[in-house]
């Protein structure tokens, strides 16, 4: 499973960040969540045992989403995200060498930067897809500005602030997708919670279509 199957596959761009998210619980957290439509799931490394998390989610519904951590800050754990069976990366940060393992391994790569020049490390150790982090602080204006000097094949996530209030925003900005924490789980959140708000972030997302 590729960002470019998903995305090419109808499914919406939308990362869920499940930060805080417990083992026993992410079964149940992420059926919710795919079955509510969104198939790209992050559960970040600061998160209780995040690497038992992810590959029992990998077990479960790597097939049909794709799985891996957040907040990963060092080449150790990116190894160990690759080891958990996790096939996508994403980091709040630029480091190059933690970008270019990920690209040796074979990982989805969603670095995280806020300037031009963060933007432009993080393309030259290898990634296709970048994620402005903190968004909101920055807004959808920044995007469009930031797109007129991004090479083309480039995609922008925007993530920090962003929900089912804000999507059409960032996407009539020029970004290809979003990452919603908090709009969609907060630790201690039943399913049935988690999957009311990703049908209302999906129902916003197609009436953006």
Partial sequence: MTFDDLLASGAPPICAILRGLKPDEAIDISAALVEAGIRILEVPFNSPEPLKSIAAMQA?????????GGTVLSVDAVEGLHGAGGRIMITPNTDSQVIARGVELGLELLPGFMTPSEAFVAIGAGARRIKLFPAALMGPAYVRALKDVLPKQVGVWAVGGTGADTVG???AAGCEGIGAGGALYRPGDGA???RDRALEL????????
Avoid at 60 to 68: E, H, K, M
Avoid at 202 to 209: G, L, Y
């Fill in 192 to 194: 049935g919670t988690v």
């Fill in 202 to 209: 999906v129902a916003a997302w197609k009436r953006t279509q």
């Fill in 60 to 68: 479960a519904f790597g097939d049909r989403a794709l799985i891996g």
């Fill in 169 to 171: 925003e960032w996407l």
